[in-house]
């Protein structure tokens, strides 16, 4: 039986390192993107490229009927598998001071990553339990652990998944299933571009912006089987930046 790892927002950037990364690691990729199909087969090739197969799925995971549907879709015509790493990599950002901040951006910003945090893995949850192992690992951020000015409702989010993850990791440590998030400080994507870069660098102690396989590599470990006795918790990958 092959194994099946579901990496959302998998289509650039740290999605996309994360899929190729797992995809080493022996798993077969879904890759869920929402507008890119072009960056999408990409990835999918690079996965191919390192000897693993995969789906592309497409979804917004902020809709919970629209994300529903795809993975029943999957399951449905896969009955003999099922998705055994979950990483919620999905998220979007809309930074404004709250004071100026409009109503659809602190939804949208929620929406999308708490909610998505919850649509895409409530429904995986069942066939994860009955088969008594699965990995489940969320991005959460720097942000999310010490609140950062002009993002109230990104890290609002990103706290969010921290502490839910914490209570499902409790809820189903028993089932040999972890919870875990990991919280990237600057990662170099499309998310970080336009930032002043050589400002911010002066505040982190390795005096760079990470890079996308810094982040997959921690997510992989989070992932394989040697992090069994990890779970409920929250590895930063910030170069010092916070601790
Ligand atoms: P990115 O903007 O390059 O990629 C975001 C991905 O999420 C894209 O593939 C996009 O299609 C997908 N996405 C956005 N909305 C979606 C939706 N509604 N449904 C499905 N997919 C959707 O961003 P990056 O930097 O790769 O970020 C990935 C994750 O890491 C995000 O959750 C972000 O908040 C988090 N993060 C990034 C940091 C950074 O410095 N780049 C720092 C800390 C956390």
Redesign the pocket.
Known sequence: MAKYALV????????RAVAVRLAKAGYNILI?????IGEAEKTMALIREAGQDGEILQ????SAEETRKALEGWQARNPEEYIEVIVN?????RDNIMALMPEDDWNRVLQ??LG?FFNVTQPLLAPMMRRKYGRIIS?A???GLMGMQGQANYSAAKAGIISASKALAKEIARKNITVNCVA????K????EGLDEATLCRNIPAGRFGT?EEVADVVAFLASPEASYVTGNVISINGGLYT
């Open positions: 959302t927002g998998g289509s650039r950037g740290i999605g869920n993107y929402v507008s890119r979804f917004d995971v902020a990599n999905a998220g979007i950002r999308v990553s998505g991005m951020s720097v942000s990237p400080g600057f990662i994507t499309d998310m970080t996308v």
